[in-house]
C-alpha cells in the first residue's frame, strides 16, 4: 500500500509540475520512497535479496531529496543560506551512505557496521527534524499559514523516523512491526503537502484542489469508512451471534446503509460539511469563481421555470444555504411590497421607500442579520426593524439591492439549514452580489416600462389619427346642417343627406372599431383609386363643394380601401380649405412607369418652401387655426408604408400640388400596421 500511495503521488506530481525546482524535489523525494516500499515489498515476496540493499541505498537518497527541498525553501525565504547548514546536510547524507557502503560489503574494521547504520538513519532523522524547525521559524506569521501543513508533514515523517531508528539503535535491531508500516506511514502524510500545494503554488506545483473534489472525496472517504466500520461490526454480529448472527448482520448492515444514504441525500447534512471544509481546509470560505459563474447563470436562467425575482432569491440564498426567501420591489405608489417569494408564504408587509429602514438599507448598503438583534452578545447595533418584519417566522437577512444611488428593492431569507457564521468574507460576497441582481432588476424594470409607454404612445397616437378623422366627419356633419336649412324641402337633397349620414355613421364605426382593436379594419386587397374618387366626390356635391375629377385612367393598388380613402380624403379636405370653397379643386389620376399617380391641385392660399421642409410632414403642425397637424403626417406614413411617396409643390398664393405615388398592384409593399 506505501509503495502504491507513493507511486500514484509520484506520477501526480510529475503531470501537475510547472518546471520549479523545488516541485522536481518534491516529486523525487515522493519517487525515492515509492521505489524503496516496492523494493522491500518485492523482499518480502521472496525477492532477490540485492533489493534489501537498493531500498536502503533509495532510502539515503529519499532523505537527501527532502534535504534539499528545505534547503531550497530556506533559501527563497531568506535570500541567503547558511553555510552550516548546508554542509551538516551534505555530511548526514555521505555519513549514511558510507554506513551502507561498510554494511553492503561487510566491514566490520571500525565496529558493527549494522549498528553504525542504524545510527547514521537516526542522525538523519534528528536533522530533518531540526531543518523543518529552522523553516517554520524563518517563515513569517503571515506566511506559516501556507506552509503548515507541510512542515507538519515532515515532522511526522522525522519523529516517526526517530522513534524507528532509536528503537533500533537501542536494541541493536530494527522493530520489524514497525519496518512493515514505516512505508505506510510516510505515505500518509503525503496529502498535506498537497494541502500545502494548494494554498502556496509559488513554492510547489500547482497543486489546485476545488472545493467540489475535496467535498466529494471528503464524503466519499467518509462514505467508505462508514461501511468499513458497519462491515466490521457485521462481521463481529455473525461470529458471536450464534444462531441469529447472520440475521441481525443482514439487518445491521441494511440499517447502515440506510443511514448513510439519509445522511447523503441530506441538505443540512451536505451543507455542514461544506461549511465544515471550507472552515478547516481552505483560506477563503468560497471558491468565488465558481460561485460568480454559478450567480450569473442563475440570473441568466430566469427565463425557465422561475421569473427574474424568484431566481434572484434563489441565487442569494444558495450562496448563505438558505433555502428561500422573499423578494420586496418599489412600485410607483412609493412602497416595497413582496413580489416574488421561494418557500415561504405569501405575506402582506409593506415598507415605505422613504421609511427609516429602506434609508438605511440604502445609506448603509447594509446587510442587516435579524440574529444579531435577538440578545446575541457582541453583535453591532441593529436599525429599527419594522413591525412586520419582526413577526416573520424565520427570517434571517435582510439583503439591500442596490443599482447606481437608487434601492430597487430587497431580499428576506429565510434561516440557513446549518448553523451559518456570517462574516466579513460572507457580507462582503452578498454586498457584491447585490449589486449584480440590483442591476438586473432595474433593467427589467426599466424595460416593462419603456415597454408599458411604448403602448401608450403607439395608442395615443392612433388616438390622434381618429380624433382628426372624427373632426373631419363633424366637418361634414356640420355642413349638411347648414344647406339643410335652405334644401331641407328638396327631395335630391334629402337623399344625398340620408347617404351622407349613413357614410358619416359608418365611419364612426369603422374608428371605434379600430381604436379598440389597435389594428386596421379590413385586409389589403386591391383598390380602384378611380373609384375612391368619384365616391369623394358625390359626397362633396352632396355637401355643397366642388370637386373635379379627372381620370386619365384606372390603375388599381393593393392598399386598405378605408385608409387609402381617408387619405385622399384628408387631402381634398385640406384642398377645399385652402379656397375657402370659393376656388377650384382637381383630382388627377394616371399611371406612368410601374406607378400610378394622383394628383390633388388648389388654387388657394399655398404654403411656404421651409414650412412645407420644416413642418408641414411633422404631427401637429398646422397652418389652420383649427388643425390638428396629423394628416399630412398620416399620409405620408401610409404611403411609405405602402412602398411609395409623397411630393409637395406650393407658393403662397399660387395654390398647392399635392402628388401621391402608389406602386402599382404586384409591386406594392404592404404590411397591416394599423
Known amino acids: 500500500m506505501g509503495a502504491v500511495l507513493h507511486l500514484f503521488f509520484t506520477l501526480y506530481l510529475l503531470r501537475v509540475w510547472r518546471g520549479t525546482a523545488n516541485g522536481l524535489l518534491i516529486a523525487t523525494a515522493v519517487g525515492f520512497g515509492a521505489g524503496m516500499a516496492g523494493c522491500d515489498w518485492a523482499v518480502v515476496a521472496q525477492g532477490p535479496s540485492w533489493l534489501s540493499q537498493l531500498a536502503v541505498v533509495l532510502d539515503v537518497a529519499r532523505m537527501g531529496a527532502w534535504f534539499a527541498f528545505l534547503l531550497g525553501l530556506l533559501l527563497s525565504i531568506s535570500g541567503a543560506l547558511p553555510r552550516q547548514l548546508l554542509w551538516t546536510s551534505v555530511a548526514v547524507v555521505g555519513f549514511e551512505l558510507t554506513a551502507v557502503s561498510l554494511v553492503g560489503f561487510e566491514l566490520s574494521w571500525i565496529g558493527d557496521p549494522a549498528r553504525l547504520a542504524i545510527l547514521a538513519f537516526l542522525m538523519g532523522a534528528v536533522w530533518l527534524l531540526v531543518l523543518t524547525e529552522q523553516l517554520f521559524r524563518a517563515l513569517p506569521p503571515a506566511g506559516r499559514w501556507a506552509v503548515k501543513p507541510a512542515t507538519l508533514g515532515l515532522a511526522a515523517m522525522g519523529l516517526f523516523d526517530l522513534y524507528y531508528f532509536a528503537d533500533g539503535f537501542l536494541f541493536g535491531r530494527l522493530d520489524g512491526d514497525a519496518w512493515a508500516v514505516r512505508h505506510l506511514a510516510h505515505a500518509l502524510v503525503l496529502p498535506l503537502f498537497a494541502l500545502s500545494g494548494a494554498r502556496s503554488p509559488d513554492w510547489t506545483p500547482r497543486l489546485s484542489m476545488s472545493r467540489q473534489l475535496v467535498f466529494h472525496t471528503s464524503a466519499l472517504a467518509a462514505s467508505g469508512l462508514y461501511l468499513l466500520l458497519i462491515s466490521g461490526a457485521g462481521y463481529y454480529v455473525r461470529y458471536f451471534g450464534g444462531e441469529w448472527g447472520r440475521a441481525l448482520q443482514i439487518a445491521l448492515l441494511f440499517g447502515g446503509i440506510l443511514l448513510l444514504s439519509v445522511v447523503l441525500f441530506s441538505a443540512s447534512q451536505r451543507a455542514k460539511m461544506k461549511v465544515l471544509l471550507s472552515k478547516h481546509l481552505f483560506p477563503y470560505r468560497y471558491d468565488y469563481r465558481v460561485e460568480w459563474l454559478k450567480f450569473t447563470r442563475a440570473l441568466a436562467g430566469s427565463q425557465g421555470t422561475q421569473g427574474l425575482g424568484e431566481s434572484v432569491v434563489q441565487a442569494l440564498a444558495d450562496l448563505v444555504e438558505s433555502p428561500g426567501g422573499g423578494l420586496w420591489l418599489g412600485g410607483s405608489d412609493g412602497f416595497f411590497r ?49 413591525g412586520w418584519l419582526s413577526a416573520v417566522d424565520g427570517a434571517w437577512l435582510v439583503v439591500p439591492l442596490i443599482s447606481g444611488e437608487t434601492l430597487v428593492g430587497f431580499v428576506l431569507l429565510l434561516s440557513p439549514r446549518t448553523p451559518f457564521e456570517v462574516d466579513w468574507e460572507v457580507l462582503d460576497l452578498l454586498k457584491t452580489a447585490q449589486r449584480q441582481a440590483a442591476s438586473y432588476l432595474a433593467r427589467t424594470i426599466a424595460a416593462e416600462a419603456l415597454l408599458e409607454a411604448r403602448k401608450f404612445e403607439a395608442f395615443n397616437r392612433m388616438s390622434a389619427f381618429v380624433v382628426h378623422d372624427l373632426k373631419n366627419l363633424v366637418a361634414q356633419l356640420s355642413l349638411l346642417l347648414k344647406n339643410a336649412e335652405r334644401h331641407k324641402h328638396n327631395p335630391a337633397f334629402q337623399e344625398d343627406m340620408f347617404e351622407t349620414v349613413a357614410h358619416v355613421e359608418a365611419k364612426m364605426r369603422e374608428l371605434m372599431t379600430q381604436l379598440q382593436e389597435k389594428r386596421s379594419i379590413n385586409p389589403p386587397q386591391t383598390v380602384d383609386l378611380g373609384a375612391v374618387l368619384e365616391r369623394i366626390q358625390a359626397r362633396r356635391r352632396a355637401l355643397g363643394q366642388r370637386v373635379e375629377v379627372d381620370l386619365g385612367s384606372r390603375p388599381a393598388v393593393v392598399a386598405h380601401p378605408e385608409k387609402v380613402e381617408r387619405v385622399v380624403g384628408h387631402l381634398v379636405q385640406n384642398a377645399l380649405e385652402a379656397t375657402s370653397g370659393r376656388g377650384k379643386v382637381v383630382a388627377h389620376l394616371d399611371s406612368s412607369d410601374g406607378q400610378v399617380l394622383l394628383k390633388v391641385e388648389d388654387d388657394g392660399c399655398g404654403m411656404t418652401q421651409e414650412f412645407i421642409a420644416e ?57 397591416d400596421k394599423g
Open 615 to 671: 413642418r408641414l410632414f411633422k404631427p401637429f403642425e398646422s397652418t389652420k387655426g383649427q388643425g390638428m397637424g396629423i394628416g399630412m403626417y398620416e399620409v405620408q406614413q401610409y404611403l411609405h408604408e405602402l412602398g411609395g411617396r409623397v411630393t409637395v409643390d406650393s407658393a403662397p398664393g399660387h395654390g398647392t400640388r399635392v402628388e401621391l405615388w402608389f406602386p402599382l398592384a404586384g409591386r406594392a409593399r404592404v404590411g
Open 338 to 386: 413582496q413580489s416574488a417569494r421561494l418557500n415561504m408564504p405569501a405575506l402582506e408587509g409593506v415598507e415605505e421607500a422613504d421609511g427609516v429602514f429602506a434609508r438605511f438599507l440604502l445609506d448603509r448598503e447594509w446587510v442587516v442579520n435579524l440574529e444579531d438583534g435577538r440578545g446575541r452578545p457582541g453583535a453591532p447595533v441593529q436599525p429599527e426593524l419594522p
